[in-house]
């Protein structure tokens, strides 16, 4: 009965374990599954693959854009994709499920090439084909921006190709289910086979003396629970021909047949081990999600709500290489046509003045070189706003101190452009960066809230401490060198006795347009300010004369001396650290630099 069993179970074992293998194999899915967008009737100067096509399937997806000629592909935060693209028209793809979706959203038909723009995390110029594998540059959503040159029609033909997630989920239990009962029905014939054999060697007692010749109290002493089905006893003083020798005792009625069938038992139970963990091994695949466990902590509450730097690290590396190419090459030309591209602001209004001075004055010293590397530290907004401000500090080999660099982008289509490079000053340091790579706020100009003063009233207020050197404002801020530089200077040109017979008056005022804070992780504030320093001189009565001679003001004059006065003009810029509200500390003036800018006659 057993053997007719036993046969099927192996046989059906076998066949489930073939059907759940070639589900695994032969009739397996695809592994990967290809969408295509849709095509569509109207064209756009721009493509924008959202988001939801990247993040669509946790594995990850692989891109394919196609075009009959040269294009540009940029990645950018979905926001700042968005900002850019305004109120152009754009072929937007989607995601719905498996597919994708394609349509056309009405605006204006042209705009300028995106290639360049500072807000990509990378771009690539790409000849008609393009096979990208998308990965995150970083937390937060993304999307894709396709272009040709803004006025032909941006490439259409967008593929994604991801992972085939279609499961086959009774492969492993077919396998599983075939292994067992393959070792079900091996198990039964084995334990049949041994229960034959153990009736055929009882069989064979009798031949070795038969049971009349057993004692008769041998008889009398069976067990009454014994029954026939079992193998017959061995003759008192005799072994068996083959088979363990069992030398230890034994109760009244036990016989070697019974005490083999342990033995038999253990068989089938250590191949069924052995086959199910082969079966498990081969059917067994890793799960999708194994990818997506996350191999770091995960951020804070107070991390997660921090907005995102608006530049990532290697973006920055890019913009200040730019920037710094820009500066060096209007430098070396003293062409101030050329700091158009990369200067505004009070870094433009310098290095023009500096460039027309040392027109006129060879030996004129230029400004500092902008350094692009290396990169010491940073202070990086968050958000998605405009504008936008970016600081960083950098000391290349010719910057015998560190130079804190402000960035602005004004707008999406608008590059970040240096608006102000100070020089650290001796003893000072800048602020920590926050942790991480959070963003930080702007602080408004004209707002003190949780700051010791308003960012445009610390300017104003050194502007007045330099004029009124005693005045209202002279505990105002830590001592520094850069005020005891300018203050020294303007007392010791009153007290000149070549100046006797003038009139010398110094005044220092801000810029407002030009002020800009960044707060810190402390909870301060970084400050860029711009000041117009202005000394005048004048005789005191009429017939007196202002001597110029041997001068720079001579050369930017081309007068030896004047009866009416002079008016001379420098640029200041500074940065300084305002600390929080309710601090006691100062002030602190942490970086300027100065430039003459003119020199005219009254």
Do not use: C
Request: charged share 15%; glycine share 10%; proline share 9%.
């Amino acid at each position: 009965m057993r053997n007719k069993i036993a046969v099927p179970l192996i046989v059906i074992g076998v066949l489930l374990m073939l059907v759940g293998i070639g589900q695994r194999t032969l009739w397996a899915p695809p592994e990967t599954v290809t969408a295509s967008a849709p095509s569509t009737d109207a064209q756009a100067p721009l493509t924008v693959i959202g988001s939801d096509v990247l993040t669509a399937h946790p594995e990850g997806v692989d891109l394919t854009v196609s075009a009959d000629g040269p294009f540009t592909m940029a990645v950018g935060r979905a926001d700042d994709v968005d900002a850019w693209v305004a109120d152009a028209s754009a072929l937007r793809i989607g995601s719905d499920g498996d597919a994708l979706t394609a349509e056309v959203s009405e605006g204006t038909p042209t705009v300028p090439s995106p290639a360049g723009s500072d807000l990509w995390v990378s771009e690539q110029e790409v000849d008609g084909e393009l096979l990208y594998t998308w990965e995150a540059p970083a937390d937060g959503e993304w999307k894709i921006l396709l272009a040709t040159d803004g006025t032909a029609a941006a490439p259409a033909d967008v593929a994604v190709t991801y992972a085939n997630d279609a499961a086959t989920p009774f492969a492993v239990p077919l396998i599983v289910l075939g292994a067992l009962a393959a070792v079900l029905g091996l198990a039964l014939a084995f334990v049949s086979g041994r229960g034959n054999s153990g009736r055929r060697s009882g069989g064979r007692g009798p031949s070795a003396g038969g049971p009349a010749d057993l004692p008769a109290t041998r008889a009398t002493e069976a067990p009454t629970g014994a029954t026939t089905t079992l193998p017959a006893p061995i003759p008192a003083g005799s072994e068996p021909a083959a088979g363990p020798t069992d030398r230890g005792p034994r109760g009244a009625g036990t016989t070697r047949a019974q005490r083999t069938l342990p033995a038999s038992g253990r068989g089938p139970a250590a191949a069924l081990g052995t086959v199910l963990t082969a079966a498990l091994v081969f059917g067994a695949a890793p799960g999708p999600a194994l990818a997506g466990v996350p191999l770091t902590a995960a951020p804070s509450a107070e991390s997660a709500e921090a907005a995102p730097p608006v530049v990532l690290e290697p973006q920055l590396e890019r913009i200040l290489n730019s920037v710094s190419a820009s500066v060096a090459a209007a430098d070396a030309a003293k062409d101030p046509s050329l700091l158009a591209a990369r200067t505004g602001g009070m870094t433009a209004s310098l290095r023009e003045a500096s460039y027309a001075t040392a027109a006129k004055v060879p030996d004129h010293t230029m400004p500092a070189p902008v350094a692009a590397e290396p990169l010491m530290t940073d202070l990086i907004m968050g958000g998605t706003e405009f504008p936008r401000s970016v600081v960083a500090v950098t000391q290349g080999a010719d910057n015998p101190v560190p130079q804190a660099l402000l960035l602005v982008q004004n707008s999406a289509r608008e590059n970040y452009k240096l608006v102000s490079a100070v020089q650290m000053l001796p003893g000072t340091s800048f602020p920590k960066r926050p942790a991480g790579s959070e963003g930080v706020t702007p602080a408004p100009a004209d707002s003190a809230e949780g700051l010791a003063a308003a960012p445009q009233a610390a300017v104003d207020n050194l502007a007045d401490a330099l004029t009124n050197p005693t005045g209202a404002n002279k505990d105002t801020f830590s001592a520094n060198t850069f005020a005891e530089a300018v203050t020294k200077f303007q007392s010791d040109v009153v007290a000149n006795p070549e100046n006797e017979f003038a009139n010398i008056t110094f005044s220092h005022s801000s810029v407002p347009e030009d002020t800009r804070a960044l707060r810190t992780a402390d909870g301060g504030a970084i400050v860029f300010g711009y000041m117009r320093h202005t000394y005048s001189s004048a005789p005191r009565e009429a017939g007196d004369s202002i001597n110029l001679e041997g001068t720079v003001y001579q050369t930017l004059t081309g007068e030896t001396s004047t009866e009416a006065g002079i008016d001379v003009n420098y640029g200041e810029g500074v940065m300084m650290y305002v600390p929080p509200a309710g601090s006691t500390d100062q002030i602190q003036v942490i970086g300027a630099v100065q430039e003459l800018l003119s020199a005219t006659l009254k």
